[in-house]
């Protein structure tokens, strides 16, 4: 089974700053990574597929990058409504997708 | 816009059946290019894959569940359902309906909103 791990499980940071989340998988990947927002009491939402590939309709604040088993989840500039868990999922073992175990952010 | 909506029963008594529909509006289900799938997360924690299913009828399910999961499709009502049997306090959780595109990295890009179920006597 592939196992997913994210760092940090939570952050705090300053509107306008840069967020960087890591998340890794103990097997190879490609770029079959996908990252997704969940702000409370709401469902999840599809950001980033494939890696790198921006969701129609997402802000270009958001990107992802890395391949294999190391990948990188990033906010260029923090906004408040930005405030939410975030979740990696591997879509590389068909036909079990899993999740990150996610990583909060909330502002300073 | 596609949309997603689960009916669910609220609660339901531990050694039961859990059921739970979601109704897809504003788009095919019938695509070949997507999959319709179970997430569920309970309070604070976070999201586990339950299965899907192909508009064929073709079924996947999370290992971990196999033994206690059906999903099933109706194409024709443009419904897919969800059972869960011999229901724990375990599977109390809000479980979420999802489209997964099957054309490219398989993302889950369209979510319902979620049905919230307790298991309680």
């Known amino acids: 089974d592939i196992q997913m791990t994210q760092s940090p499980s939570s952050l705090s940071a300053s509107v306008g700053d840069r967020v960087t989340i890591t998340c890794q998988a103990n097997?190879?990947?490609?770029?079959?990574l996908n990252w997704y927002q969940q702000k409370p009491g709401r469902a999840p939402k599809l950001l980033i597929y494939?890696?790198?590939n921006l969701e129609t309709g997402v802000p270009s604040r958001f990107s992802g990058s890395g391949s294999g088993t190391h990948f990188t989840f990033t906010i260029s500039s923090l906004q408040p409504e930005d405030v939410a868990t975030y979740y990696c999922q591997q879509c590389n073992d068909l036909p079990v997708f899993t999740f990150g175990p996610g990583t909060k952010v909330d502002l300073k | 816009q596609l949309q997603l909506q689960e009916s669910g029963p609220g609660r339901v008594k531990p050694s039961e059946t859990l059921s739970i529909i979601c109704t897809v509006s504003d788009g095919s289900i019938s695509s070949s290019s997507y999959y319709w799938g179970w997430i569920r997360q309970p309070r604070g924690k976070g999201l586990e894959w339950i299965g899907s299913?192909?508009?064929?009828?073709?079924?996947y399910y999370n290992p971990s569940l196999k033994s206690r999961v059906a999903i099933s499709i109706d194409t024709s009502n443009k419904q897919f359902s969800l059972k869960v049997y011999s229901v724990t306090a375990a599977d109390t959780a809000v479980y979420y309906c999802a489209r997964r595109d099957g054309s490219s990295y398989y993302p889950d890009d369209y979510w319902g909103q979620g049905t919230l179920v307790t298991v309680s006597s």
């Open positions: 494939g890696a790198s």
């Open positions: 097997q190879g990947l490609g770029h079959y």
């Open positions: 299913v192909y508009h064929t009828g073709s079924t």
